[in-house]
């Protein structure tokens, strides 16, 4: 059975429900039986659904072949940053634990041996601290670093 | 919409689902920007967050070691408001305490607390840093009184036994001595047939074997010194139990015995009281030794045998009710070690032989990562995954002895640590790398027994007078 959703730039994608279902959401809607029209998905554009979709796909084709799959996740989630955040957004706005969890590792990699200026470069995030709460976490945090 | 999936449920009332996601504090989200020009505040999900801290802190942990769990994690914390936010979930902490230091009750106010005291302890332990006590006892009435086989440790107690069958238990806590147990009197087959071979503590519940193979249990606190017999000994048929242990769910107890031909290892369902296999060619070369236990020669140790709770699985799972926990026991004598999973007994899982050097039987134990620890005759030590046999470490005790003779070692492991009493000095050792890292300021001796967890070392030495040492790493010393 197929269902239709479509993308935050109104872009309509037809996909196997099979597929489709490895999103929590979706599934809860099919469940729910609101999936009779076309399911809108507002916080996800076509770029990234488009991805999102491929990895769903291929998590049902290569399901019983591990190997396989692992080469397809390593290669699939070697994305610019940029991209890695969309994917992680709908990720997990959609609920989908596996390419959460990839996600989740590839930026944990990402930050690996990291102080938190370096992190915020990294990843575009402004320091939003007072020097008030900057000196605060400092010394909440000054048991980790204790000799 | 189902809430997020990537981690365990938050618990600060924080009233996004884990669906949508939304800024903290002020600012509008706008969803992934189809331009790659970013809006200044954006967003990460907070269920994500949490789940990335929690990868970064474990990938810290198997990378470099436990202790750069800690560091890993302030460093998340400190990049910005919303990331730092996550650091008050305490199921953040729960799942890192339970993953990182196995801690599985909680012991303090919260999985915070409870995670920044074990970082603390294991720093300690890093460091050498400890406060040394005595527990003292003075119901000693006759000569092998003195001399202490084996101790167990749990997070409140610490049970001695000792050669004429006495079982001292101590609350570590107060030092006091709590409760002494006695064997029931009967007729024996030897001097030292009642001497302990092994004691099991599961909560407030003890389970004490003789050497003949009696198993009584008690109750640890408020049970009057009042023991049951569990398991009647028949030396005749089963040769001699030389060493006794249990897993820390309590759910089995196992025995070793030497003395009679394939009957090595005893398994026992420890609710039921059930023996449930009886098996084992481990200990046929050591089967006039035991026998020569029940006699004399108290201090030999022919074989260990001690027990561990393995996770085997492949991946880690997130899901801790997926993981397949299984009880492995580590069975050892001079010339063997046997790994072997308590459910299917007859199944080696590995094996290694000692060819000429011969393991020091007391050198062995296993840390509840599923590790154990065994040092040869030439001083070599080795640290192997329990469920693989793959090595961790290797380091090397040092000191004397000419090759071929049997070396006194005793030795034990806790969660990163591993500690060998030999020639009168105890050492420490880190065990992912194997660096020594300094030796005990305390001397005390030639040591019959010694035990550790990951916040405790007890020591029995060999010329003690009613005494047992106590090192305390604990954090809030």
Known sequence: MALELKSSDNKIFEVEELVAVQSETIKSLVEDGCADNVIPLPNVDSKTLELVLDWCKNHVDMKLDEEKLKEYEDKFIEVDQAVLYDLLLAANYLNIKDLLNRACQKVADMLKGKTPEQIRETLNIVNDFSPEEEEEIRKENLWAFEE | ?477
């Open chain 2, 1 to 477: 919409m189902s809430s997020s999936s990537s981690s365990s449920s938050s618990e600060d009332g924080n009233g996004n689902g884990g669906g949508s996601t939304s800024a903290r504090r002020g600012g509008n989200f706008e969803g992934p920007s189809t331009s790659r020009q970013r809006a200044v505040n954006e967003v990460w999900p907070e269920h994500f967050v949490e789940a990335l801290a929690a990868q970064v802190a474990i990938d810290a942990s198997h990378s470099i070691g436990r202790l750069a769990a800690a560091p890993a994690l302030a460093n998340v914390f400190q990049v910005c408001t919303t990331w730092r936010a996550v650091s008050r979930w305490d199921a953040l902490w729960h799942r890192l305490s339970r993953r990182i230091w196995g801690r599985t009750q909680l012991l303090h106010d919260t999985w915070r607390d409870e995670f920044v005291y074990w970082h603390r302890t294991a720093q300690n332990f890093l460091r050498g840093r400890s406060a040394h006590g005595i527990l003292a006892f003075d119901d000693v009435d006759n000569q092998d009184g003195y001399t202490c086989r084996c101790m167990t440790i749990s997070d409140r107690h610490l049970a001695c036994g000792f050669a004429d069958g006495a079982v001292r238990v101590f609350d570590l806590a107060t030092h006091n001595h709590v409760v002494t147990l006695r064997p029931h009197e009967r007729n024996r087959l030897g001097q030292f047939a009642r001497a302990v071979s092994g004691i099991v503590i599961n909560g407030a519940t003890l389970a004490f074997a003789t050497l003949d193979g009696d198993i009584y249990v008690a109750i640890i606190n408020g049970g009057g010194g009042v023991i049951r017999m569990a398991h009647e000994g028949d030396v005749v048929n089963d040769g001699a139990l030389v060493d006794f242990t249990g897993c820390g769910s309590g759910r089995w107890w196992v025995g070793l015995y030497a003395g009679a031909p394939n009957r090595a290892y005893h398994i026992w369902d420890s609710v039921t009281e059930e023996l449930v296999y009886v098996n084992g060619s481990l200990t046929n070369p050591e089967s006039l030794m035991g026998w020569r236990l029940l006699i004399n020669e108290v201090t030999e140790f022919v074989g260990r045998v001690r027990v561990v709770t393995a996770i085997i699985s492949e991946e880690e799972v997130e899901d801790e009710d997926h993981q397949l926990a299984v009880a492995v026991a580590v069975a050892c004598t001079s010339s063997r070690l046997i790994v072997f999973d308590l459910r299917n007994p007859d199944v080696i899982l590995g094996e290694e032989e000692s060819n000429n050097r011969g393991f020091i039987v007391t050198s062995v134990d296993v840390s509840n990562d599923a590790r154990y620890i065994r040092v040869d005759n030439h001083g070599h030590a080795s640290v192997c995954r329990v469920g693989t046999l793959e090595e961790v470490c290797r380091f090397n005790i040092g000191g004397g002895g000419r090759p071929g003779s049997q070396r006194r070692v005793m030795g034990c492991m806790n969660l990163g640590y591993a500690l060998m009493c030999a020639g009168g000095v105890i050492t420490v050792w880190e065990v992912e790398h194997g660096r020594r890292l300094y030796h005990f300021r305390e001397r005390i001796g030639e040591v019959n027994a010694v035990v550790a967890n990951e916040r405790y070392v007890a020591a029995a030495a060999a010329t003690s007078d009613r005494i047992i040492h106590l090192w305390d790493f604990g954090a809030d010393q």
